[in-house]
């Protein structure tokens, strides 16, 4: 079991490849459609995921998929199911099994997340589906006196107990504790928050008896916050992002894959690329796992209609590309 677990994890972070999170939750994904002027229904659900994964060469730079429940029991268009599809085409099925982030008792500015209750079960249906890798995300919010050590603790004991249970089901677990962007906060409040929650994520991991060489973490990056006054440089976050996880992850994990978190595209590559050029040897794999980054553009591109398919994947795969670069350092804008 735990031979196949480093397998899979080692494979979701291979050199030059990524995951493409496309694992939106129904009021997320329809958020972003009716921006658009995209119908949210089911069947455009289905038709927009078919498009993404249906792009030709994808598995070039894409390892593995994040799926949502919905789209792990759907077919393609062509009526094959999606996991079938992304196996028999080299990408790794993956489910988002967290059943999002809830308001914390007594803590009305915090998230925490929920989903433990009756897990065990679900990853074994997922396993059969042939799911072998899984997300869970805990939201991290910086304010005026929060993060709290309610919020962070019962956060990072949420990701172990979820990564435990992934791997007694034969599924890596993709750790996600993401600190968010939102605020005017600034990359050295960043910093702080983001180790100190890594920190607590492995210090629980470990409790849990988490193996390390058969998980991912997907963390944020230590970057400025949005509507920050002087926000910091793209050097400067890959060397405060690096410096953070020297300081937090065992040299045991395979991979880090991090999300984009609301940046733009272009800056979610240079950021990525520019971590594997400040002359440290890293210890892990430094990769992607981008759910915007990755996605917004090919979304405009497609629009909801079908006309428009083959354009959206060309979007799509070059942002892959930029990607599958940026990975091995190799990335300019150019
Ligand atoms: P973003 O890259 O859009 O932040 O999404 C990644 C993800 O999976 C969030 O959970």
């Given at each position: ?5 480093k ?7 291979a ?10 939750s129904h ?5 972003r ?10 069947a ?5 995921r ?32 999606f996991?079938e ?14 059943a999002?982030a ?6 009305e500015?915090?998230?925490?997340t ?19 890798f ?6 991290i ?9 309610a919020c ?6 949420g ?5 435990k249970?992934?791997q007694?089901?034969g ?6 504790p993401?600190?968010?962007?939102d ?35 997907k963390?944020s990056m ?10 910091a ?17 065992p ?11 609301g940046?733009?595209d ?14 440290i ?10 759910g915007?980054?990755l996605q917004?553009?090919a979304?405009?591109t497609?629009?909801g ?25 190799e990335?300019?804008?150019?």
């Amino acid at each position: 079991m735990s031979e196949e677990l480093k397998q899979i994890a080692k494979a979701m972070v291979a050199p030059g490849k990524g995951i493409l999170a496309m694992d939106e939750s129904h009021p997320t994904c329809g958020k972003r459609f009716k921006k658009l002027g995209i119908p949210e229904t089911e069947a455009m659900r289905q038709a927009y995921r078919d498009m993404l994964v249906t792009t030709t060469g994808l598995s070039d730079y894409i390892s593995g998929a994040i799926l949502f429940d919905e789209t792990i029991r759907q077919k393609l268009l062509d009526g094959t199911p999606f996991p079938e599809f992304l196996s028999a085409n080299g990408i790794i099925p993956g489910i988002k099994v967290d059943a999002g982030a809830k308001v914390l008792a007594g803590h009305e500015d915090e998230k925490v997340t929920e989903g433990l209750d009756g897990l065990r079960d679900r990853l074994a249906e997922y396993y059969a589906m042939g799911a072998r890798f899984s997300k869970w995300r805990a939201v991290i919010t910086i304010g005026d006196n929060i993060p709290t050590m309610a919020c962070l603790e019962a956060n990072a004991h949420g990701l172990a107990r979820y990564a435990k249970l992934s791997q007694e089901a034969g599924i890596v677990p993709i750790v996600e504790p993401e600190v968010l962007m939102d605020g005017s906060h600034s990359i050295e409040q960043s910093y702080q928050v983001t180790e100190l929650a890594q920190r607590m994520t492995f210090q629980q991991l470990h409790t849990q008896g988490v193996l390390m060489e058969g998980m991912v973490l997907k963390p944020s990056m230590v970057i400025s916050g949005a509507d920050a006054a002087n926000r910091a440089d793209v050097e400067t976050v890959a060397q405060q992002t690096v410096r953070c996880l020297m300081h937090t992850v065992p040299a045991a994990v395979p991979g880090i894959a991090f999300l984009s978190g609301g940046q733009s595209d272009t800056e979610a590559s240079a950021h990525l690329s520019a971590m594997h050029n400040l002359g440290i040897d890293l210890p892990w794999n430094l990769t992607f796992s981008y759910g915007r980054a990755l996605q917004q553009a090919a979304m405009s591109t497609w629009g909801g209609d079908t006309a428009n398919v083959a354009a959206a994947q060309a979007v799509l795969l070059e942002r892959a590309r930029c990607n599958g670069k940026a990975a091995l350092g190799e990335y300019s804008p150019d």
